[in-house]
T-cell receptor
Framework: DGGITQSPKYLFRKEGQNVTLSCEQNLNHDAMYWYRQDPGQGLRLIYYSQIVNDFQKGDIAEGYSVSREKKESFPLTVTSAQKNPTAFYLC???????????????FGPGTRLTVT | RKEVEQDPGPFNVPEGATVAFNCTYSNSASQSFFWYRQDCRKEPKLLMSVYSSGNEDGRFTAQLNRASQYISLLIRDSKLSDSATYLCVVIPNTNAGKSTFGDGTTLTVKP
C-alpha cells in the first residue's frame, strides 16, 4: 500500500535532548513537509523540501533541522534549542510535478512528542 | 491580521442541516486552495481541491471568490459522521511549497 509513515506514534524525551522524528513515503512524491500542531490550533509549517537535497525554512524553523538525502525520507530533528517542543508533529508529501494536484498534500499519522 | 482566517465555531447543527464555512486569505497572489478534514487527534485528510470554477463532490461544494479573497465549503444534508474540524489551505503562486493552513472550523452534527 502506498502511503506515508511516521514513527514512533508517541515519543517522550527529557528537556535538553535532541530527538529525531522519522517520515517515509512510498508515493514517489517530490515534495515533503513538516508541520507542528498545538492543541486547538491549526498547522504551522516548520520546513519543506520540493526536491531531494534541497529544503527551505517554513514559518517556525527555529530549533529544528531537517535533511533530504533521499526522495522517500525527510527526518526532522527537534533540538534542545526549541523552547516549547511538546506538540503533535505531522509530515506530509505532495506530487510536486505540475498541475493542480501537485500541491495536494497527504499526511502521515503524526508523532506526539512530549518533552519534560 | 493572519494570512488565512477561519471562523473557529463551533458550529452545532442537527442532522440533515446545510452548513457553510468561509475561509478568507490576505495574499491576492494565492493560486491553489484546498479543504481538509481533521478528526480529533488524527492527521488531516484531503477533502476537496477548490477550483476557480467551483466544484462539487456529493454533498460537498467548494467555491472560490477571488475578488473578495475567500473560499467556501458547503455541506448539505449533514451526517453525524461529518462532525470534525475543517481546515482550509492556501498556497501562494510565488512559492508553491509554503502553504498556509487556517486554524480550522469545528463542526458538530447532532441527532
Amino acid at each position: 500500500d502506498g502511503g506515508i509513515t511516521q514513527s514512533p506514534k508517541y515519543l517522550f524525551r527529557k528537556e535538553g535532548q535532541n530527538v529525531t522524528l522519522s517520515c517515509e513515503q512510498n508515493l514517489n512524491h517530490d515534495a515533503m513537509y513538516w508541520y507542528r500542531q498545538d492543541p486547538g490550533q491549526g498547522l504551522r509549517l516548520i520546513y519543506y523540501s520540493q526536491i531531494v537535497n534541497d529544503f527551505q525554512k517554513g514559518d517556525i524553523a527555529e530549533g529544528y533541522s531537517v535533511s533530504r538525502e533521499k526522495k522517500e525520507s525527510f527526518p526532522l530533528t527537534v533540538t534542545s534549542a526549541q523552547k516549547n517542543p511538546t506538540a503533535f508533529y505531522l509530515c506530509a508529501s505532495s506530487p510536486g510535478t505540475g498541475g493542480w494536484s501537485s500541491y495536494e498534500q497527504y499526511f502521515g499519522p503524526g508523532t506526539r512528542l512530549t518533552v519534560t | 491580521r493572519k494570512e488565512v482566517e477561519q471562523d473557529p465555531g463551533p458550529f452545532n447543527v442537527p442532522e440533515g442541516a446545510t452548513v457553510a464555512f468561509n475561509c478568507t486569505y490576505s495574499n491576492s497572489a494565492s493560486q491553489s486552495f484546498f479543504w481538509y478534514r481533521q478528526d480529533c487527534r488524527k492527521e488531516p485528510k484531503l477533502l476537496m481541491s477548490v477550483y476557480s470554477s467551483g466544484n462539487e463532490d456529493g454533498r460537498f461544494t467548494a467555491q472560490l471568490n477571488r475578488a473578495s479573497q475567500y473560499i467556501s465549503l458547503l455541506i448539505r444534508d449533514s451526517k453525524l459522521s461529518d462532525s470534525a474540524t475543517y481546515l482550509c489551505v492556501v498556497i501562494p503562486n510565488t512559492n508553491a511549497g509554503k502553504s498556509t493552513f487556517g486554524d480550522g472550523t469545528t463542526l458538530t452534527v447532532k441527532p
